[in-house]
């Protein structure tokens, strides 16, 4: 399998449903190039159309991947090193395109139901049907991803259902999405 | 099942396996909080013998409780209604026996692998055997929870393993951990 990660700055919606950029929050860098790194994916894309917001994100990632970080937490340097800025979505496609050969399929993930909706149970079956064909997991920040990326993937991840609360935080989403595809693979 | 889960900022290690204690981070608390109410657990403590910073997490909580994040983000509310705050493990202990009229078996959390550890599978077999017995997990800031509380513990978790790779944050880590015990019963 070769599994990708992206999360999304933009097309994504703020708590009036409005579609927005949002701003990063370099914490979820750190936490997903870990979750990236531990679930063995193949790259995390941070994707911003905002030129100041990927300067800064670069400046994070070359301190832990060849600053002073990458010294001081070698570990940290493992998982950053995954990291990488696209501006958009077509940007990340044609990224793995070159390193793969082929587009990904795409898996959205939101806290809502779609057509396109898969069992966490159906995905970990496509994927192994897949054998090496590349997949691309997409996060939303903000209020989560726009209904057109949704119903623009291949496959729509169902929501993770909690006893009637369904508002985590990207981060934490990210990690339970992960070990529940891939958690089997990894242990 | 009463199930309470404690984010522990003393005793903890630090890079150096000394032992100390660590700031609080309030986006942990948010985190937590929002996993503890997707979870259905009982409540969440935040432990640390500072005053200082018992005094910075009660500002924060209320807030979003009783102050204008309640209005502004009702989920949150939900959420850090069931954080309190606890100066050490001790008073966890006196305030859940207060609540359940009996105290709960703890279980660590770990990134190493003790006498007591249990894989997930057979953790929640004990839970579901436990009946309404009222457990607490621990979970370690910094570089985790001292050997001595780890020994002390009725429980030990098996570590997270990713693919060669064991540094998760404390968010990330609690969102696994939770979903895998519980995540079958919030389904």
């Given at each position: 399998m070769a599994i990708y990660i992206a999360l999304m700055h933009y097309p994504v919606y703020d708590r009036q449903a409005r579609v927005t950029v949002t701003a990063l929050t370099t914490l979820d860098i750190h936490d997903v190039?870990?979750?990236a790194r531990t679930y063995g994916l193949e790259g995390f894309y941070?994707?911003?159309?905002?030129?100041s917001q990927q300067t800064l994100a670069r400046r994070l990632i070359d301190h832990w991947v060849t600053g002073r970080g990458a010294e001081y937490n070698p570990t940290r340097k493992e998982a950053l090193s995954l990291v990488r800025m696209a501006e958009d979505l077509?940007?990340?496609?044609?990224?793995?395109?070159?390193?793969?050969?082929r587009?990904?399929?795409?898996?959205?993930?939101?806290?809502?139901?779609f057509a396109q909706s898969r069992s966490y149970g159906e995905m970990i079956e496509?994927?192994?049907?897949?054998?090496?064909?590349?997949?691309?997991i997409l996060l939303g920040t903000g209020w989560g991803l726009t209904r057109e990326v949704a119903e623009g993937a291949d496959y729509v991840l169902e929501p993770i259902e909690g006893k009637?609360?369904?508002?985590?935080?990207?981060?934490?989403?990210?990690?339970?999405?992960?070990?529940?595809?891939?958690?089997?693979?990894?242990r």
């Amino acid at each position: 399998m070769a599994i990708y990660i992206a999360l999304m700055h933009y097309p994504v919606y703020d708590r009036q449903a409005r579609v927005t950029v949002t701003a990063l929050t370099t914490l979820d860098i750190h936490d997903v190039a870990r979750l990236a790194r531990t679930y063995g994916l193949e790259g995390f894309y941070v994707v911003t159309p905002l030129q100041s917001q990927q300067t800064l994100a670069r400046r994070l990632i070359d301190h832990w991947v060849t600053g002073r970080g990458a010294e001081y937490n070698p570990t940290r340097k493992e998982a950053l090193s995954l990291v990488r800025m696209a501006e958009d979505l077509e940007a990340v496609l044609t990224g793995i395109e070159q390193e793969q050969g082929r587009k990904p399929k795409i898996v959205a993930t939101t806290a809502r139901r779609f057509a396109q909706s898969r069992s966490y149970g159906e995905m970990i079956e496509l994927l192994r049907a897949g054998g090496d064909a590349p997949y691309l997991i997409l996060l939303g920040t903000g209020w989560g991803l726009t209904r057109e990326v949704a119903e623009g993937a291949d496959y729509v991840l169902e929501p993770i259902e909690g006893k009637g609360y369904n508002h985590l935080s990207v981060r934490t989403a990210a990690a339970i999405i992960l070990d529940r595809l891939l958690g089997g693979e990894a242990r």
